[in-house]
């Protein structure tokens, strides 16, 4: 039986849920400093089903919580999943592509980690953009070019990008099938061992000063003892507390434009811990986040 969500009204009709209870996007409607978007595929992991029922999920657990900060949800990028992957990426690139045009930030939920490649295509505004990446994995598989990726190759593509400046790569700890050496002289890994050790200035040092910075968290990251609901789990990760006070501190010294949360699959989950987790882990992030205009 699929997973599906069970939320209902007090009438007993099943409602669309938005992250956190936040308003939904209608044409015409305000802006908000954040605005959520959903890309519900998996089309770019074949290898573990069901990542597509995640930014349901996420909105689902994240019902508990209030926040301050203002926010919209725009719902999620429609008619993706079971299409062609590279028209799904030119669909959700042009839909964040939207939210940064606003000059709101975009929080993009997951689906599978290929698809943030489109967030980061969507702020090509700004000349240098920095990443940094939560992964089990380095996702530097090789790439033959074109217009399809997966989610093993996907940071060797945005690697390629010309605004993509440096990237910080956090928690590693599973090389992908097909070595992984030939990585970017952009990249700085930091492994989960070393991630738990380090001192939170670390994740800042290798991001330069005044420049922007996105923010992509695999929920694989996290040790799979406390996020068993995503496709690649690898023993050894950190924990979702030491990932909020890293973005939190990230947000704190840097700019951040843009943050997504990939690979919740709801399939893999044990009484919903993964997507409870990663909507408490938004809720604690989002507070630090602001859009900032666009650099000149």
């Known amino acids: 039986m699929g997973w599906r969500n069970e939320a209902t009204t007090s009438s007993g009709d099943e409602t669309s849920l938005s992250l956190f209870g936040w308003p939904r996007a209608e044409e015409g409607s305000p802006r908000a400093r954040i605005e959520v978007i959903g890309v519900p595929s998996d089309c770019g992991n074949g290898g573990a089903s069901g990542a597509r029922f995640g930014p349901e999920a996420i909105r689902r657990a994240s019902q508990g919580f209030r926040l301050e900060v203002a926010g919209v949800d725009r719902g999620d990028v429609e008619g993706v999943h079971g299409h062609d992957w590279s028209e799904v990426l030119v ?58 990726h997966d989610h093993k190759q996907v940071l060797r593509r945005i690697a390629g990008l010309g605004h993509v400046g440096r990237i910080l790569q956090i928690g590693h700890r599973g090389i992908t099938y097909f070595d ?97 987790l990663a909507a408490k882990m938004l809720a604690a992030v989002a507070p630090h986040l602001a859009p900032f205009p666009p650099s000149k």
């Not at 489109?118 to 953009?129: G, I, K, S």
């Open 91 to 148: 669909s959700a690139q042009h839909e964040i592509e939207r939210i940064v045009e606003g000059d709101a930030l975009p929080i993009v939920l997951g689906g599978d980690h290929a698809i943030s490649y489109a967030a980061v295509a969507a702020l090509r505004r700004h000349p240098t953009l920095n990443i940094v990446w939560f992964d089990a994995h380095t996702d530097f598989c090789a790439w033959s070019g074109g217009r399809w």
């Open 180 to 276: 992984e050496s030939a990585r970017s002289d952009k990249m700085t890994v930091m492994s989960a061992n070393a991630a738990r050790c380090a001192p939170l200035e670390s994740v800042v040092a290798p991001l330069p000063e005044g420049e922007p910075v996105y923010i992509s968290v695999d929920v694989d990251a996290i040790d799979p003892r406390l996020a068993p609901g995503t496709g690649h789990p690898v023993p050894g990760g950190v924990s979702g507390e030491l990932i909020e006070k890293m973005v939190g501190f990230i947000a704190s010294r840097r700019r951040v434009v843009g943050l997504d949360v990939m690979e919740v699959n709801p399939l893999l989950d044990h009484r919903d811990s993964t997507s409870a």
